[in-house]
């Protein structure tokens, strides 16, 4: 039986969601890079577990929970979570489809890829049961004669040249000897040069109270720093210069606690990467969490 679970730890509030096969999955620690750090760091005795399903390995539904959990939790980009990747239920053991599974499952699909996205493993499953010929005989989509309306109609779903390559390469490649005409409606990614205008820039820059803030987030603020000095300062006079703040050590220590790689402190903790950087302890102290 395959269980999926909850890990709270109890001093820090942070949670962890996995599976396990084992028969005692109160014992299981845990196998997630952050997660197992965290854990050496305040203790697995603190940590307790919520059991939320069991599943036979073969069951389907096993995927769909451990997706569904997932991206209705965000457990990659919360913070409260020490997810670093999806929790699929499957990863780590491969799933025999049997040819019941197969024959259920498959003829609900029009499209191989969909399939597999959603089942890894089926399609050779079906190979080996020898049904994948007749299975895939309805799979109309991948194979659609890509006329000019059939490629319009895919067009319009994206609204960036880049999203219509990615998601849909059969349509987009079918569309070359058209593709003024149905990418008319799309933002071309690669033109990333706005309007600049003093005025909205101003308008823009004042919304902002740190510095190093307006110019990584804002490309009008980049623009009016480097292009208009003058203009600048007058306009960011009212900001906090994030150099000039002081963070105590602890502060630097609970940030680093609380990061779960060496970007994601870079990015969420400016002012005490900042400072590391400035008295030349960034690699040391880091050193000591990645």
Not at 111 to 132: D, F, H, M, Q
Not at 175 to 202: Q, S
Not at 217 to 240: E, P
Request: net charge positive; with cysteine; proline share 3%.
């Amino acid at each position: 039986m395959i269980k999926l679970m909850i890990k709270i730890h109890t001093k820090t509030g942070i949670k962890y969601f996995c599976k396990t096969g084992r028969s005692d999955p109160f014992k299981y620690r845990g196998s997630g890079t952050w997660w197992v750090r965290h854990i050496s760091k305040h203790g697995f005795d603190s940590v307790y577990t919520i059991v939320v399903g069991e599943y036979e390995e073969s069951d389907p539904q096993l995927i769909i929970d451990a997706l569904e959990f997932s991206h209705a939790n965000n457990i990659v980009k919360s913070p409260k979570w020490a997810n670093l990747e999806l929790e699929n239920g499957v990863d780590g053991r491969p799933i025999k489809w049997n040819l019941g599974e197969v024959m259920d499952i498959m003829p609900h699909f029009t499209s191989k890829r969909l399939v597999e996205l959603e089942y890894p493993g089926i399609l050779n499953a079906a190979k080996r049961e020898g049904v994948y010929n007749n299975l895939i005989k309805s799979y109309t989509k991948d194979n659609i004669i890509w006329t000019f309306d059939e490629v319009m109609k895919e067009a319009n779903k994206y609204t960036s040249k880049q999203q219509f390559n990615k998601n849909s390469p059969k349509a987009a490649d079918a569309a070359r000897k058209w593709w003024g005409e149905v990418t008319k409606h799309m933002i071309d990614a690669t033109v990333r040069t706005p309007k600049y205008d003093i005025a909205l820039a101003i308008a823009e820059v004042k919304t902002y109270n740190h510095r190093d803030e307006c110019t990584r987030l804002s490309v009008m603020g980049k623009w009016l720093q480097r292009t208009h000095r003058d203009i600048w300062d007058k306009n960011t006079s009212h900001m906090v210069n994030p150099r000039v703040m002081e963070k105590s050590y602890q502060e630097i220590h609970e940030d680093l606690s609380q990061s779960k790689s060496r970007t994601d402190f870079n990015n969420n903790f400016s002012h005490s990467y900042k400072k590391l950087v400035k008295i030349n302890q960034y690699k040391n102290v880091s050193a000591l969490y990645f």
